[in-house]
T-cell receptor
Framework: QKEVEQDPGPLSVPEGAIVSLNCTYS??????FMWYRQYSRKGPELLMY????GNKEDGRFTAQVDKSSKYISLFIRDSQPSDSATYLC?????????????FGTGTRLQVTL | KAGVTQTPRYLIKTRGQQVTLSCSPI?????VSWYQQTPGQGLQFLFE???????NKGNFPGRFSGRQFSNSRSEMNVSTLELGDSALYLC????????????FGSGTRLTVV
């Protein structure tokens, strides 16, 4: 069983919809949680970063962490065709392993006109 | 400001050969991490270099090695290539080892035939 599980999708939504992307993990030692976006033929880019449990909002993006359930989510409001990409969750134990992230396999999102 | 540059972008090699991939980090960035990305396993951490020293290592066989030069540029080498080494190899750089602001390059697509 992988340490981080993520539904691969694809997830197809109409423009303007609210998108919910999720990851579950098994290792309770993870404390730092990230979401990356990866466009085709590009490397991942960091979208959101949270420490421990709670919510964090940045524009149309909201990241939630529920450590008691070992569950993290990314919500995208008012989705746009430009949001079409693969979304990867990632996590690490502490800042000493900031360079050594454990990733989910990614969810492919398609936002249609 | 130039991003993380990886060369070459695409590579085709034969089983048993060896290959060297190059990564030039963002100017001033001293930490460089390498990841392997495949459809089945997602992104998996290979190793991290900081100040020319390997600081973290993932669970890959000894055929995978790397190094970092005094100008922070990094190379990774894979010897005795196997078909299963076909993947996108991503390099990421950061100013320090203890933050989550790693910037990824676009990767080198390696195909082993």
């Amino acid at each position: 069983q992988k340490e981080v599980e993520q539904d691969p999708g694809p997830l197809s939504v109409p423009e303007g919809a609210i998108v919910s992307l999720n990851c579950t993990y098994s290792n309770s030692a993870f404390q730092y949680f990230m979401w990356y976006r990866q466009y085709s033929r590009k490397g991942p880019e960091l979208l959101m970063y949270t420490y421990s449990s709670g919510n964090k909002e940045d524009g149309r993006f909201t990241a939630q962490v529920d450590k008691s359930s070992k569950y993290i989510s990314l919500f995208i409001r008012d989705s746009q065709p430009s949001d079409s990409a693969t979304y990867l969750c990632a996590m690490s134990y502490n800042t000493g392993t900031a360079s050594k992230l454990t990733f989910g396999t990614g969810t492919r999102l398609q936002v249609t006109l | 400001k130039a991003g993380v540059t990886q060369t070459p972008r695409y590579l085709i090699k034969t089983r048993g050969q060896q290959v060297t991939l190059s990564c030039s980090p963002i100017s001033g960035h001293r930490s460089v991490s390498w990841y392997q990305q495949t459809p089945g396993q997602g992104l998996q951490f290979l190793f991290e270099y900081f100040s020319e020293t390997q600081r973290n290592k993932g669970n890959f066989p000894g055929r995978f090695s790397g190094r970092q030069f005094s100008n922070s540029r990094s190379e990774m080498n894979v010897s005795t290539l196997e078909l299963g080494d076909s993947a996108l190899y991503l390099c990421a750089s950061s100013l320090t080892r203890y933050n989550y602001g790693y910037t990824f390059g676009s990767g080198t697509r390696l195909t082993v035939v």
